[in-house]
């Protein structure tokens, strides 16, 4: 049992540093592309309700 929390506290620390070094650049990455494709997905929506 308490391994199992060891392992789950370690899990947790390396997900935390793995959040503080790519972070910022996957926020930046995940806005940079919804903006694009959010755009592409209206004009198709938009086309398919002209339809």
């Given at each position: ?32 592309r919804?903006?694009?494709e ?5 004009q ?8």
């Open positions: 049992m308490i391994a199992f929390f060891l392992v789950l506290i370690a899990l947790f620390f390396c997900l935390f540093a793995f959040s503080l070094l790519w972070g910022n650049r996957i926020i930046e990455g995940i806005e940079a919804s903006g694009k959010a755009d592409e997905m209206l198709i929506i938009e086309a398919k309700m002209k339809k």
